[in-house]
């Protein structure tokens, strides 16, 4: 609940002060600069702070024919106003305290500060400008509050507040380790800004200062050089001198400090009167020096980072928002008709994308499905499956929709037998990896009602959607429902891009018909990579099917197709001519991206699932790469033949080793020769070297079970974890 109103208070101060905390980070980092700026003038000295008032007045009484008074601004400028005989050093100018000489004259704020700094203040909105900005000001630390809050919560408590944050590379990871770093500083300008604002608006508690006054004790006249306060101040205490108007005793020095006044009496150098200014107003110096960074450059460029560090949380932010409001659950059928229960427990969304989409391949296959979050769990009167999606934050603890449902699983009476699925979604950087599913797991196969087919809960790193698609599939075969679900997660809608039919060479052998397809990119010139997703909508259609593409050692895009004799993308592929023009839109698969880290790579492919793996075997890299390639017949290896010896004969691949099934040779299916390459294959997972898998599912799972074997026989982890680690990738279909 508490963790709730966090949440909520943190997304809507930030939505009702956006505007002006945009607006006053922006000039913020310009201000920012004020002070280094002015460090940088030819007036600064160095050590000006350190000189003591007496040596000061020294100078200066011996230089100038009167001293009316010297000023020492926040970044030790020391001005000085004077008279003297000469014409050009008589009036008010910066001088050097070292030595009196007079090193610039007093030149207005630079045009551009002050504009800044009045834009800053107010927005050029006067007074209600001004107390906008004092608001948003007040607004900015209780959204540094509420992050902090929140942050306390995901992280698992508040002595875990500061334990390494493990980088999922997520926005939400950049927020928080920013926010983690930056705190501090953004809370001090927030409230050194507030407080700047309730001192301009007369909103501090007036307090008095306390004045106390002394009699000059000693009769002796001493020089101001021997004068005690005058040896034991330094400039840095030192905001005014105020010289005595005439010998008269009855004037005397004024010594203005950071938090206090000294009458000082002229001939005896006695401390006559004190005048002790009030905390508000020592307060309201530290909150200008802190908020503006006057007098530091390190300070400066400190708020200089949190500006823009302020400006980076309102993206960071509103993406994380975003992302929240798109994953809210919409439903077609009600709890009480589902036949099909998902119930989802997330934080930021990701897993929920996971059950939407499950959501809606088991309402396209016209079945009843409810979407909910597992606090949410009651008695569903129809339900026959549930499945359980969770991910699992702080220290193995539940996401925030979902601490409740482990009670409400004992509490609530089910009304009729249903089978359960868990699957965890975690991150194998967590000592806890998927804890929460695992605690879910345990808890429900107690439950009389419920059958929990699977012993241990579906695991998965990283949000991997290729292992949720899997499973989804198996579980759809193992019920008999015809499933389809997307390849990808579903995406913003991609550009179209313009492709020329370049060349096009068909085979036919005894069974069937493949053809290669170059493509090559017409304006908006398009980057893609091998492995990346081709859209194909064909015209009169609707749906876009989707393509693994590779490229040429040229750069040109290649499709390796299978002609279906119905199959309407195939043959309107196929039918395309040289030069024609095609309009396809290309969807970014990192999933299957050449592993820009393994030294030693396993490509494998049935099929046309080798079109991938041509653009790859054409790549510079480091790694070696061995190609094992299934197909039917000697005919169809003369499609890819030249590129494959291309790649030979240049280093760019090291093995190729091709598999017939319907020839006489001794290897049937991939699977074969890998099992003869054991050593390699061990080699290669022991090394964190990475297997790619492109074609038929049954081709996968032959592999897979292999794979399996080979593990066990060698005393390695088990598959799942090079699947988890992503050494194992799979485009299968
Ligand atoms: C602060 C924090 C703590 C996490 N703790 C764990 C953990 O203990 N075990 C685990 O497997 N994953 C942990 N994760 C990873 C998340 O479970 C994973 O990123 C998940 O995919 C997030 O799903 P969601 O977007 O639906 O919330 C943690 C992530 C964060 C940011």
Known sequence: MLNKIWRYSHFYLTVFSFLFLLLASITGCFLAFEPIQKKLQPHYIENAEDISVAQLIDTLKNKYDEVLDVEVDKNYFVKASVFSMENDVDGQFYINPFNGNKIANIKAKGAFFEFLTNFHRSLFLKTPGRIFVGISCFLLFLIAITGLLLAIKRQGGFWKF??????????????VTLGRLLLIPIIILALSGTYL???????????????????????QTIPFSDFPVFNSTTLNDVKKIEFPFSTDEEDYFILYLKDKELTIHQKTGDIVQTTHYPFTKILSVLSFNLHTGAGSIIWSLVLFISSLAILYFMYSGSIIAFKRMRSKTKNKYNANQ?????????????????????????????????LDDLNNYKSYPNIK???????????????????????????TEISNPFTCHVIGLGSLSYSKFCEFAKSIQNQVVLQNQITVPEKNPLLIHNQNYETFRNWVLEWATSLNLNLEIPKLLASKKQKETVFKVVEKQNIIDDYDETFKLTLKSQKPRRKFFPGD???VTPPNETSERLYSIGKNSKGDLLM???KHSHGVCSNYLNDLKLNQELKVTIQKNKAFHFPKKSKQVILIANGTGIAPFLGMIHQ????????????????????????????LQKKTLQTYDVVFSKEESPYCYVQDIIARDEKDIVKTLLSGGTIMLCGLITMRDGVFLLLEKICSRNNLSALEVYKNKGQILTDCY
């Not at 510079?620 to 033949?641: D, F, M, P, Q, V």
Request: hydrophobic fraction near 35%; charged fraction near 20%; proline fraction near 2%.
């Open 620 to 647: 510079k890299t480091k790694a070696t790469i061995n190609l094992y390639w299934g197909t039917r017949t000697k005919t169809s290896e003369e499609l890819y033949k030249a590129q494959i010896l291309e790649a």
């Open 197 to 219: 604002s309730m001192e301009r608006f007369s909103l501090l508690p007036e307090i008095k200062s306390i004045v106390t006054q002394q009699e000059s004790v000693s009769k």
């Open 385 to 411: 499956q549930l499945i359980i999606i969770t991910s699992t934050y702080g220290d193995g603890e539940p996401p925030n929709n979902a601490n409740l449902f482990l009670n409400k699983l004992q509490e």
């Open 162 to 175: 500061c334990s390494k944050i493990i980088n999922d590379k997520s926005i939400q990871y950049n927020h």
């Open 338 to 370: 589902a036949h099909f229960v998902i119930l989802i427990g997330s934080e930021n969304g990701g897993t929920k994308r996971l059950g939407k989409t499950l959501q809606q391949s088991l309402i396209k296959a016209g079945k009843k499905v409810f």
């Open 533 to 535: 997703l081709l859209g």
């Open 560 to 562: 390796s197709i299978k």
